[in-house]
């Protein structure tokens, strides 16, 4: 990018704010620049600093110095902060941050280029003259794009390309305009720039051109022809190929990314050469040296992420399923399952399988044009910093390897790694009920965590073995887990179940649960409920059991909670770690209520068996509880009421109440009774997740932070690529509208249509089937 002004100091690190934090009196917001100098950055990590993961940085526009947890920073480029602090807002910022590809085609942009520009709320094709910063700054200039407004934006502008009497360029009379890059839209794929053009002599596939042999696959068969004409460059590029063994007419049109030119033809690869196995065998050359050397000095192995240059404009990632050599073909290959359905083959070559993957997801390339992924390469605010006092340098794990335990996402990071199409957990058939329930349990809550780790059988330890290391840290490392590795869970689980239709049929979630957590891996139960004969009774999921109530038109989860314990005369014996709760729905029709609000915060201080309780009229401790007042709303608008002795002997001698029956409340241990509870403690699980059913098809709701409007909605298959054998399409995106109606009225929610509702907020509020809450404090005992 031009700098117009003056030089930026290169010898300074930049950051940006994933998350906000309280500086004395008031609030740092998400989405601000912090910096630091590089050398201060070295003495940090060298030192026995007290707070190894802490940074001590400035914020741009604070006067002091600040101690900021690592793991809320994320580091910029100089380039990368100087275009986003010409976004003045925070909050737009982090969000502008946090969509990547509009800040690489800022990087990338150059004078000269046609663009869109917004002004004044509409869109003009525009013409960029100028980038660089516009006014002096001490620390870091922001970057701004001056542009002429061209076609019906000519003479809408706001100068001639000057700003505060300084020339930056010249344009038409009041057409020029000094813009962030956020408004400007950079029309086409990213430009090509000089690194990509290095990558690209190492490409996968050669461009191809007239009289080129190539090899594609048509529904999974290999094919051979050769080329005969060629589009214009671009993302829908196509090749005519004259068919080999063919009639002399029949001419295919096939996607450039769907062929492969032949360095070797297929027809003489020999599959007696080919190496199989996760570490390859060592293979001698002319000078001695050994292939191996290959993989050591690239530090790329099976299951390693990677990216690609597929074409002269396309990057493509996966993750090396084979490693080995090829006959006639002197490098070192890989076989790579990529992330799109940019691939030929589902691992297989002349009908011979190297490794397996969803058809056409695979493809086969040379090792040297495979770099790290650069998305899971090690970053600060996600890994360690230690020094090695072998080598006086700087530790960090090698990041393209799952590690045995990876911690769940939260905040900026789980935005950062689940957001966008192909992320999650990927559908297949009728895989959403299991894919809706671990993307819940399991994306940003450790709740359940115990159930990777505990000690297992053989058998059930390789169900444990599947469901942690090859869905769930996945998830967590990489933000997404192939449709194979949910089908070996399932196929598992068959085995175990002795049910066939768990590879194929549609179920209930709680089947799923009850199954693996249960039955398979013996997990201890999650609730523990006391009837009214005291005996105890175990489960892991709680279904609502409630009569219709006139006065519920649309009620909360808190309500229809306490609604059912009193119907079915419960109480809990302990708090639960995990409290799975079923809506009152039967069969995937049926639902009792339109809509239901969820509860943030569940108080089930009322609930406990052996819980001290508030009087409901003068607050001290409470002796007696009477069911027969729970819909009585002149005392109180809750429905558990609890009263000491006086008090209840004062209610009750209203004729209305004399005949009443109520039940004595086992007074705590350490407290006295006629004590008066200033502040009763109260025992409150969170809202994590909620799964939610529409047409025999299941997604979820995470709660990823702690702000209001910090929801990502989960679809497994959101989108299909292809026919019956293409292949479905997760996507993870963000609701931050949830929020905004979980703080309306009840009556407007009531009178609201769900038709009218912004985002996915209607399936929240209109299809919840099942609602998961967590007790921070238990979860860390069981």
Not at 210 to 227: H, I, P, W
Not at 286 to 310: A, C, F, P, T, W
Not at 399 to 405: C, D, L, Y
Not at 525 to 549: G, H, M, N, R, T
Request: overall charge negative.
């Amino acid at each position: 990018m031009a700098q117009h002004t003056r030089e930026i100091d290169d010898l300074l690190m930049y950051f940006i704010l994933l998350e906000s934090f309280p500086v004395g009196a008031h609030t740092v917001e998400a989405g601000r620049l912090c910096f630091m100098s590089e050398e201060a950055y070295v003495q940090h990590v060298a030192s026995d600093h007290p707070s190894p993961h802490c940074l001590r940085v400035n914020v741009l526009g604070e006067n002091n110095a600040t101690e900021v947890d690592v793991n809320v920073l994320h580091p910029l480029s100089t380039n990368q902060a100087a275009l986003l602090l010409a976004v003045k807002n925070s909050a737009e910022r982090l969000n502008c941050f946090l969509e990547r590809g509009l800040l690489e085609h800022a990087l990338l942009a150059k004078v000269g280029q046609h663009v869109l520009a917004e002004h004044e709320q509409s869109i003009y094709p525009a013409l960029i003259h100028f980038i660089g910063n516009i006014s002096d700054n001490c620390i870091l200039p922001p970057v701004y794009f001056g542009v002429e407004l061209e076609g019906d934006g000519e003479g809408k502008g706001q100068n001639s390309g000057s700003h505060k009497d300084t020339a930056f360029f010249k344009c038409k009379k009041n057409s020029g305009l000094f813009l962030p890059f956020n408004k400007i839209i950079f029309t086409g794929p990213l430009p090509y720039s000089d690194v990509s053009a290095s990558f690209a002599k190492t490409d996968v596939i050669s461009p191809v051109k007239s009289g080129d042999k190539v090899a594609f696959y048509v529904e999974n068969t290999l094919k051979r022809g050769l080329v005969m004409a060629t589009s214009n460059p671009g993302s829908d590029s196509c090749v005519e190929v004259l068919m080999e063994d063919g009639p002399i007419d029949d001419v295919l049109k096939i996607p450039l990314v769907s062929v492969m030119k032949e360095e070797a033809p297929p027809s003489e690869l020999h599959t007696d050469s080919v190496l199989h196995g996760k570490s390859p065998i060592s293979h001698s050359t002319s000078n001695g040296e050994q292939k191996k050397e290959d993989i050591d000095q690239r530090h790329l192995e099976v299951n390693s992420m990677v990216q690609i240059q597929y074409n002269e404009r396309d990057l493509v990632y996966g993750t090396i399923r084979w490693l080995g050599h090829l006959p006639e073909i002197e490098d070192l290959m890989a076989g790579v399952e990529l992330e799109d359905g940019k691939g030929y083959t589902d691992g297989t070559l002349k009908n011979h399988q190297y490794f397996s993957c969803t058809p056409k997801q695979g493809i086969f390339v040379k090792l040297k044009a495979c770099k790290p992924d650069p998305r899971f390469l090690p970053k600060m605010n996600s890994l360690p910093m230690s020094l090695d006092p072998s080598t006086n340098s700087l530790c960090v794990a090698a990041s393209h390897k799952i590690m045995e335990k990876v911690p769940p996402l939260h905040g900026g990071a789980a935005v950062e790694m689940l957001k966008g199409r192909m992320k999650g957990i990927q559908g297949h058939c009728n895989s959403c009920y299991m894919d809706a329930a671990l993307f819940s349990l399991f994306s940003c809550s450790s709740v359940l965590d115990s159930l990777l780790f505990k000690p297992s059988s053989i058998t059930d330890g390789h169900i444990q073995r599947i469901l942690r290391e090859e869905i769930v840290n996945p998830l967590r490392r990489i933000g997404y887990v192939p449709a194979s590795s949910v089908m070996m869970l399932r196929q598992q689980l068959k085995q175990e179940s002795q049910c066939d239709s768990f590879t194929t049929s549609e179920k209930d979630p709680e089947e799923f649960l009850n199954l693996i957590v249960h039955r398979i891996l013996g997990m201890e139960p999650l609730l523990k409920l006391c009837s009214k004969d005291q005996s105890v009774q175990a489960s892991y999921c709680y279904q609502i059991f409630i009569e219709k109530q006139q006065t519920l038109t649309i009620p909360n989860v808190q309500q229809l909670l306490e609604h059912s314990f009193h119907h079915s005369n419960l109480k809990l014996a302990e708090v639960p770690s995990c409290f799975i709760i079923q809506m009152p729905r039967f069969g995937k029709d049926y639902k009792m209520f339109s809509k239901i609000i969820p509860s943030l915060e569940l108080d089930i201080t009322d609930l406990l068996q052996d819980s001290p309780r508030e009087c409901v009229v003068c607050g001290a401790l409470a002796t007696k509880e009477c069911s027969e007042c729970f819909k009585d709303k002149v005392l109180s608008e809750s429905g558990l009421k609890h009263y000491c002795d006086v008090c209840a002997k004062q209610v009750h001698s209203h004729h209305k109440r004399r005949t009443h029956r109520l039940t004595s409340l086992q007074i705590p241990v350490g407290v006295q009774q006629g004590q008066t509870l200033a502040q009763v403690p109260r025992e409150t699980l969170d809202l994590f997740a909620v799964l939610c059913i529409e047409t025999s098809h299941y997604v979820s709701f995470v709660k990823y932070g702690p702000e209001k409007g910090s929801w990502m909605f989960f679809d497994s298959m959101a989108d299909r690529y292809g026919d019956e054998n293409g292949y479905n399409i997760p996507e993870v995106s963000l609701c931050p509208e949830v929020a905004i109606y979980l703080a309306s009225p009840v009556k407007e929610l009531a009178s609201q249509n769900p038709r009218d509702m912004k985002g996915v907020a209607k399936r929240l509020f209109c299809d919840a089937y099942m609602y998961l809450y967590q007790s921070k404090s238990m979860a860390l005992y069981k």
